[in-house]
């Protein structure tokens, strides 16, 4: 059974939000701007009052000030100042490729590790396939999240991966009213 289904989004689009189930929840990754801690702010108040956990990307100090339920560590990030965090009910969840980020997301205290990409996507040729992500998830003794590629044909084959969740944008907003976290 899936337990935790995840979306990506890098503005607080109150409409978009509101329109997903309730058990969806949010990782806020935004690159290619500052962060605006008024709009920041406003999406944490919006998914707490709709009892929806809220994560931020990449900015340790900001999840803690503004009270988001934990922080999102991208693969890309290999700091390890995230381990030793204190604050009560605050998850540290993190993205990796292969191996190798993956011991990286362990040391980092990551209670979730989401592993991608799982299937081919436009994006990305390089992708792990079942068989591949199987293997790699056979050492890792932290709840999997499938990531990449992720849609109507494929998502049956979760089961296969024995994973507690997936992540991704495009499915997740086209099905998102529907999506519910019993058995696929």
């Not at 409409?15 to 605006?36: A, D, P, T, V, W």
């Not at 919006?46 to 994560?55: A, L, M």
Request: proline share 2%.
């Amino acid at each position: 059974m899936l337990k935790s289904i995840y979306y990506y989004i890098d503005k607080f689009d109150r409409e978009e939000i509101y329109k997903l189930n309730k058990s969806i929840s949010i990782i806020y990754r935004n690159y290619s701007k500052k962060f605006n801690t008024k709009e920041l702010l406003q999406l944490v108040i919006f998914c707490k009052k709709q009892r929806r956990k809220v994560y931020i990307s990449n900015n340790l100090k900001l999840a803690l000030r503004l009270n988001f339920d934990g922080i999102y560590i991208p693969s890309f990030n290999k700091s390890l100042k995230y381990k030793n965090i204190i604050k009560k009910k605050f998850e540290v969840i993190g993205s990796a490729h292969n191996i190798k980020e993956v011991i990286n997301k362990k040391l980092q205290g990551c209670t979730k590790i989401f592993l991608c990409p799982l299937f081919r996507t436009k994006k990305n040729k390089n992708y792990l396939g079942i068989t591949k992500f199987n293997l790699i998830k056979l050492n890792i003794k932290k709840d999997i999240i499938a990531l990449g590629g992720i849609n109507e044909k494929n998502i049956k084959y979760l089961r296969m991966c024995n994973v507690k969740g997936f992540a991704g944008i495009t499915w997740v907003k086209k099905n998102g009213p529907s999506i519910n976290t019993g058995p696929f």
